[in-house]
């Protein structure tokens, strides 16, 4: 991934589509936007999302913003434009067989490559939520807090999470004893309770300390140990707070 276009500045106040525009003032068209959900959650796919939204009006998403801060209504508004509107969008969902596989960091730079390798309309540069994605064959940048400073990572965070809530409510109708129609597979108590009562199900992902302790295949943390104790790290490198508890994301 590289920088922004050498002179291409943008300002604090450009608002939600301050990027894209600084990139087509350099000739530097389309931009597409790309973006995961359900990275730290215990059960269920991750899904990554990729979008190019067009320039003027017509790329102006009513109501847009970080997915994780619409409320779901919102989002579902936000989706259908997003859809209607967008240049090019796709959507791509790694199941949890994947995921344990791979494992979550792996899993998701792959998701999100293959998002923006999904786009009809071939991007001239992407721009990335957080961290770097190598391999997309076009220059890029990741954008600290990008599904919130920027409209393309925004609309691609709105489709993924979207397509990934609806999946989960699906999943819910087949294993209703651990309410995933209510936390998206995320951990909550009640999420904790039936795992501890049932143990996983099918689509719990077995690389998370929290699973493999419901499953019997880890024990659970000594009470008299150290608290201050560093998390173990995960296997594929990622963040164990993400990996152990599952963050919402």
């Known amino acids: 991934m590289s920088a922004l276009p050498r002179g291409s500045t943008v300002r604090r106040d450009a608002g939600l589509y301050g990027y894209e525009r600084a990139l087509r003032r350099e000739g530097i068209e389309p931009v597409a936007g790309v973006d995961e959900a359900g990275r730290g959650a215990c059960a269920g796919p991750l899904v990554a999302g990729a979008a190019i939204l067009p320039a003027g009006k017509a790329g102006i998403i009513p109501g847009l913003a970080d997915s994780k801060l619409l409320t779901e209504k919102a989002r579902e508004r936000c989706y259908e434009h997003v859809v209607r509107r967008a240049l090019s969008w796709s959507v791509v969902v790694v199941s949890q067989e994947e995921c344990d596989a791979l494992g979550m960091h792996v899993a998701n730079i792959e998701a999100l490559r ?18 770097p994605v190598d391999g997309l064959g076009v220059p890029g940048l990741a954008v600290w807090k990008g599904d919130r400073v920027a409209a393309c990572i925004a609309a691609a965070s709105v489709l993924a999470k979207v397509t990934r809530d609806r999946i989960m409510c699906e999943l819910d109708t087949h294993w209703p004893a651990y309410d995933f129609k209510t936390h998206k597979g995320y951990i909550t108590e009640v999420h904790t309770a039936a795992l501890v009562e049932h143990g996983p199900s099918p689509v719990h ?33 990622a963040d164990p707070a993400r990996e152990e508890h599952g963050v919402r994301g």
Do not use: C
């Not at 077995?206 to 499953?215: L, Q």
């Open 114 to 131: 293959r998002a923006v390798a999904l786009l009809d309309v071939p991007p001239a540069y992407v721009l990335t939520d957080g961290f």
């Open 205 to 237: 992902r077995m690389r998370f300390v929290n699973v493999r302790r419901a499953a019997g295949l880890e024990a659970y943390p000594d009470p008299a140990a150290d608290p201050s104790e560093p998390l173990r790290q995960a296997e594929d490198g």
